[in-house]
């Protein structure tokens, strides 16, 4: 019973004093087992129990010694199963024990080998530590050796270059120059940086200095003479064979660049080396000068042989020479500034100068051409050809800048000579142009070519009679330069006058007035040459002699013919001009500056009046006015070409429509005032039959007379009107001039038909008269 109760303790025992205490969970598990296994333990043994019973039928529980024996027996029975169940539970225990004890072990080691990992951990990052340290250390020491060899080598090298600069030909010829040469920059540089910093840094500068400048001197030298001796191999052996016609430019630009390779690669160093020293850019400069002498050497003479042929061939084709000149130095320019960069790398002054040179030549031969020219064609051409071919389609190439300043200065003087002549050329042709007999034939010529066009018209059966024609802007004109005048209504006139039709023969350009001829053509070839300032005020001169011309040709014709005619005459002409001299785009006003010597001349002739006053300390001091207010005053004054045609258009307008209306009504006007009188006079050719008979009375006295009044109005109407039409050749413009004058005529003619109303008050005397209504009268042809 001893085992049990150790279990029995072992069970009861503190947990908190054993080696490995259960948990709550471990514990209720444990317990469950225990109930378990009691249930068990009774229920077998109940069954046992009555399976005796049942096995042993006979046996029965008959006196307590058999009931004692059996409970006897299951007591034992179950004793050793109790027994051996503790025994099982002991032998678990101790299992657990030496568990326990090797898990304590297992803890011992485990932590001897923690301890033992954090040492060698330790120990492993001192020893990593370490290693970095030698490794930074080493590095240091490797950088330190490679910047002491770096710059040693740089005082080094100088034992090097000593020995490779003593070989003369070894700087042109070894293809090593190049790096050479770059290897000597870096000594140079670094000497010059690390002067202060080492002892012998100057003497070894020194040295490497001496080295490039005996470089650099080689290269020049060598460059010099690689341009003579090409140059001379190119040069032929007499001048006879330079002419333009030979092959010779092939020669001077394929073979003269034959070493151009190797010159550029030796110019390209020195270029680069230019800033260092001013003995290398004027190393430089002697190359360049050497190359740029040799050219135009070369080149010089073969451009004069070439002008002086194309000269002496074009004759008086001077666009020809121009063009053909200006396309031989053009393709000059572009060669030579190729070939340049054949040799050299950067661009230099000396080129522009060398090409400016060359183009100078070109300027120096056609310049005397030009400025003795006269004609105003030729010259007009000459700029337009400058301008447009030679100036606006190569002004942003950098190889014809020479070319194109010279073409400019040439455009310049062209110009100038073409203002000139177009000076002399207005006062010979246009202001002082004496007009032949010819000239002012005026409406003959007119006449004569209304004739011609109408047979031609006769003469083309399949081509319909089409109208006169139909000036687009002499509407536009009339109203615009008399628009103050009351019959202008509208824009109707100028939008029907938009219509396209026939040109009339009379209006052609070649039967013109001289002048009007020469100032349209004189504008057409200044507008095409001339820059847009100039143009502007030499139209204004243009425009303003031509309309004194036309003054002078207007009175003339009026003097030859009828005032009708020189009227009509200069509105034409003037119409024309103003058509005219739209598409060339006539500034509406020119400003001009001038002296008014106003206040200076009345000063000095207040000066000479008071002489005696001239030093007398007063107010009317003339000296002092002269000094103080006889200064010249710088004015402005407009110029306008336009309105002044415009004005003069109106003037003419306004004096035509004045002498037409009196021309017109001068018989009317007469006949009023006799009717005004007591008694109708002039009837003495009333009759054409015939003299009156004294009989006749003072109604048919009237209606005669009324008759001829008007049958004389129709007839000088449609004179004029023919007139106008044979002139302006537009029947727009003519109503246009001619409803002012009926708007006139309208007021007198209601003032004729007033009086004869109040002077013949009855119906049968009024029917007597026949006065015809006015739309009639100014609509239908003269009576019979």
Same mark, same amino acid.
């Not at 249930?39 to 009931?67: G, M, R, V, W």
């Not at 030496?98 to 001192?126: F, G, M, P, W």
């Not at 103003?578 to 206040?599: N, W």
């Not at 109005?713 to 537009?730: A, C, H, P």
């Given at each position: *019973?001893?085992?049990?109760?150790?279990?029995?303790?072992?069970?009861?025992?503190?947990?908190? +004093?054993?080696?490995?205490?259960?948990?709550?969970?471990?514990?209720?598990?444990?317990?469950?087992?225990?109930?378990?296994? +009691?249930?068990?333990?009774?229920?077998?043994?109940?069954?046992?129990?009555?399976?005796?019973?049942?096995?042993?039928?006979?046996?029965?529980?008959?006196?307590?010694?058999?009931?004692?024996?059996?409970?006897?027996?299951?007591?034992?029975?179950?004793?050793?199963?109790?027994?051996?169940?503790?025994?099982?539970?002991?032998?678990?225990?101790?299992?657990?024990?030496?568990?326990?004890?090797?898990?304590?072990?297992?803890?011992?080691?485990?932590?001897?080998?923690?301890?033992?990992?954090?040492? #060698?951990?330790?120990?492993?990052? !001192?020893?990593?530590?370490?290693?970095?340290?030698?490794?930074?250390?080493?590095?240091?020491?490797?950088?330190?050796?490679?910047?002491?060899?770096?710059?040693?080598?740089?005082?080094?090298?100088?034992?090097?270059?000593?020995?490779?600069?003593?070989?003369?030909?070894?700087?042109?010829?070894?293809?090593?120059?190049?790096?050479?040469?770059?290897?000597?920059?870096?000594?140079?540089?670094?000497?010059?940086?690390?002067?202060?910093?080492?002892?012998?840094?100057?003497?070894?500068?020194?040295?490497?200095?001496?080295?490039?400048?005996?470089?650099?001197?080689?290269?020049?030298?060598?460059?010099?003479?690689?341009?003579?001796?090409?140059?001379?191999?190119?040069?032929?052996?007499?001048?006879?064979?330079?002419?333009?016609?030979?092959?010779?430019?092939?020669?001077?630009?394929?073979?003269?660049? /034959?070493?151009?390779?190797?010159?550029?690669?030796? *110019?390209?160093?020195?270029?680069?080396? /230019?800033?260092?020293?001013?003995?290398?850019?004027?190393?430089?400069?002697?190359?360049?000068?050497?190359?740029?002498?040799?050219?135009?050497?070369?080149?010089?003479?073969?451009?004069?042989?070439?002008?002086?042929? *194309?000269?002496?061939?074009?004759?008086?084709?001077?666009?020809?020479?121009?063009?053909?000149?200006?396309?031989?130095?053009?393709?000059?320019?572009?060669?030579?500034?190729?070939?340049?960069?054949?040799?050299?790398?950067?661009?230099?002054?000396?080129?522009?100068?060398?090409?400016?040179?060359?183009?100078?030549?070109?300027?120096?031969?056609?310049?005397?051409?030009?400025?003795?020219?006269?004609?105003?064609?030729?010259?007009?051409?000459?700029? #337009?050809?400058?301008?447009?071919?030679?100036?606006?389609?190569?002004?942003?190439?950098?190889?014809?800048?020479?070319?194109?300043?010279?073409?400019?200065?040439?455009?310049?003087?062209?110009?100038?000579?073409?203002?000139? $002549?177009?000076?002399?050329?207005?006062?010979?042709?246009?202001?002082?142009?004496?007009?032949?007999?010819?000239?002012?034939?005026?409406?003959?010529?007119?006449?004569?070519?209304?004739?011609?066009?109408?047979?031609?018209?006769g003469d083309n059966q399949d081509e319909p009679l089409r109208p006169m024609r139909n000036r687009s802007d002499s509407v536009s004109s009339?109203?615009?330069?008399?628009?103050?005048?009351?019959?202008?209504?509208?824009?109707?006139?100028?939008?029907?006058? $938009?219509?396209?039709?026939? $040109?009339?023969? /009379?209006?052609?350009?070649?039967?013109?007035?001289?002048?009007?001829?020469?100032?349209?053509?004189?504008?057409?070839?200044?507008?095409?040459?001339?820059?847009?300032?100039?143009?502007?005020?030499?139209?204004?001169?243009?425009?303003?002699?031509?309309?004194?011309?036309?003054?002078?040709?207007?009175?003339?014709?009026?003097?030859?013919?009828?005032?009708?005619d020189g009227y009509l005459f200069i509105i034409k002409y003037l119409l024309i001009i103003r058509e005219q001299i739209i598409p060339f785009?006539?500034?509406? !006003?020119?400003?001009?500056?001038?002296?008014?010597?106003?206040? &200076?001349?009345?000063?000095?002739?207040?000066?000479?009046?008071?002489?005696?006053?001239?030093?007398?300390? /007063?107010?009317?001091?003339?000296?002092?006015?002269?000094?103080?207010?006889?200064?010249?005053?710088?004015?402005?004054?407009?110029?306008?070409?336009?309105? #002044?045609?415009?004005?003069?258009?109106?003037?003419?307008?306004?004096?035509?429509?004045?002498?037409?209306?009196?021309?017109?009504?001068?018989?009317?006007?007469?006949?009023?005032?006799?009717?005004?009188?007591?008694?109708?006079?002039?009837?003495?050719?009333?009759?054409? #039959?015939?003299?009156?008979?004294?009989?006749?009375?003072?109604?048919?006295?009237?209606?005669?007379?009324?008759?001829?009044?008007?049958? !004389?109005?129709? &007839?000088? +109407?449609?004179?004029?009107?023919?007139? *106008?039409?044979?002139?302006?050749?537009?029947?727009?413009?003519?109503?246009?001039?001619?409803?002012?004058?009926?708007?006139?005529?309208?007021?007198?003619?209601?003032?004729?038909?007033?009086?004869?109303?109040?002077?013949?008050?009855?119906?049968?005397?009024?029917?007597?008269?026949?006065?015809?209504?006015?739309?009639?009268?100014?609509?239908?042809?003269?009576?019979?």
């Amino acid at each position: *019973m001893n085992k049990p109760s150790d279990w029995t303790d072992l069970w009861e025992r503190d947990d908190s +004093k054993s080696l490995a205490p259960l948990s709550a969970t471990q514990i209720d598990f444990v317990e469950s087992l225990i109930s378990l296994n +009691k249930k068990e333990t009774i229920c077998d043994i109940e069954n046992e129990s009555i399976d005796a019973n049942d096995q042993d039928p006979e046996h029965n529980y008959k006196n307590l010694l058999n009931f004692h024996k059996y409970f006897i027996k299951i007591d034992n029975e179950m004793q050793c199963q109790t027994d051996s169940r503790l025994s099982n539970i002991n032998q678990y225990h101790m299992k657990c024990q030496q568990l326990n004890t090797i898990l304590d072990q297992v803890l011992t080691h485990l932590k001897t080998l923690d301890n033992e990992y954090c040492s #060698a951990l330790s120990k492993t990052r !001192s020893f990593y530590n370490s290693c970095d340290t030698l490794i930074q250390q080493q590095h240091g020491l490797i950088v330190a050796i490679e910047a002491l060899n770096e710059k040693l080598s740089y005082f080094e090298e100088l034992e090097t270059m000593s020995k490779k600069f003593s070989s003369p030909t070894m700087l042109t010829l070894n293809e090593s120059l190049v790096p050479l040469l770059s290897r000597l920059d870096e000594c140079i540089n670094f000497m010059t940086h690390n002067e202060s910093n080492y002892l012998e840094a100057s003497s070894y500068l020194q040295e490497y200095r001496r080295f490039q400048s005996s470089a650099m001197n080689t290269i020049r030298t060598h460059v010099i003479n690689t341009l003579k001796q090409t140059a001379t191999q190119v040069m032929p052996e007499n001048e006879t064979v330079l002419t333009p016609n030979d092959s010779v430019f092939t020669l001077y630009y394929g073979k003269f660049q /034959t070493n151009a390779h190797r010159i550029k690669t030796l *110019m390209q160093q020195l270029e680069h080396r /230019t800033n260092q020293s001013e003995l290398y850019s004027q190393y430089l400069d002697d190359c360049h000068q050497c190359y740029f002498e040799i050219r135009e050497s070369l080149i010089g003479s073969v451009l004069t042989l070439a002008m002086e042929e *194309m000269i002496n061939s074009s004759g008086r084709n001077f666009c020809s020479l121009i063009r053909s000149s200006a396309k031989l130095y053009i393709q000059i320019c572009r060669d030579e500034y190729q070939l340049y960069f054949q040799f050299f790398t950067q661009m230099n002054s000396t080129l522009i100068d060398f090409l400016d040179r060359l183009c100078s030549s070109l300027y120096d031969k056609l310049r005397p051409i030009v400025i003795h020219l006269e004609h105003l064609e030729s010259l007009s051409e000459i700029c #337009a050809l400058i301008k447009s071919e030679f100036i606006d389609e190569n002004v942003h190439q950098d190889d014809l800048e020479s070319f194109v300043k010279t073409m400019e200065q040439l455009l310049q003087d062209t110009q100038e000579r073409l203002v000139y $002549r177009c000076n002399i050329y207005i006062q010979t042709n246009i202001l002082n142009y004496t007009p032949a007999s010819g000239d002012l034939a005026y409406p003959e010529k007119l006449e004569m070519m209304k004739s011609i066009t109408e047979n031609l018209i006769g003469d083309n059966q399949d081509e319909p009679l089409r109208p006169m024609r139909n000036r687009s802007d002499s509407v536009s004109s009339i109203i615009s330069s008399i628009s103050d005048i009351s019959f202008v209504q509208g824009a109707n006139y100028q939008n029907e006058s $938009r219509k396209v039709s026939s $040109r009339s023969v /009379t209006d052609l350009h070649g039967m013109w007035y001289p002048t009007v001829r020469s100032t349209i053509m004189c504008l057409s070839k200044l507008y095409r040459s001339l820059d847009k300032q100039t143009f502007q005020g030499l139209s204004q001169d243009v425009l303003f002699a031509c309309i004194d011309s036309l003054e002078v040709a207007h009175t003339q014709i009026k003097q030859r013919k009828t005032l009708i005619d020189g009227y009509l005459f200069i509105i034409k002409y003037l119409l024309i001009i103003r058509e005219q001299i739209i598409p060339f785009h006539i500034e509406t !006003s020119i400003k001009e500056v001038y002296l008014d010597f106003t206040k &200076t001349k009345s000063a000095v002739i207040e000066l000479l009046q008071k002489r005696a006053n001239l030093f007398t300390l /007063t107010s009317n001091n003339a000296l002092l006015k002269l000094m103080f207010e006889g200064t010249p005053q710088v004015s402005e004054k407009t110029i306008d070409s336009q309105k #002044a045609v415009d004005i003069k258009i109106k003037e003419k307008c306004e004096e035509f429509i004045s002498y037409i209306y009196e021309y017109l009504t001068s018989d009317m006007k007469n006949f009023i005032l006799a009717s005004k009188l007591p008694k109708l006079t002039g009837m003495e050719s009333v009759s054409t #039959a015939g003299q009156l008979p004294q009989e006749t009375d003072l109604v048919e006295q009237y209606r005669l007379k009324l008759k001829e009044t008007l049958q !004389s109005f129709q &007839t000088k +109407k449609q004179s004029i009107e023919k007139s *106008m039409s044979l002139y302006l050749s537009n029947a727009e413009t003519e109503a246009i001039i001619f409803k002012q004058v009926k708007t006139k005529i309208q007021t007198l003619y209601e003032q004729l038909v007033k009086i004869l109303l109040n002077k013949f008050p009855t119906d049968s005397d009024r029917i007597k008269l026949e006065i015809p209504p006015l739309r009639l009268l100014l609509s239908s042809s003269p009576q019979e």
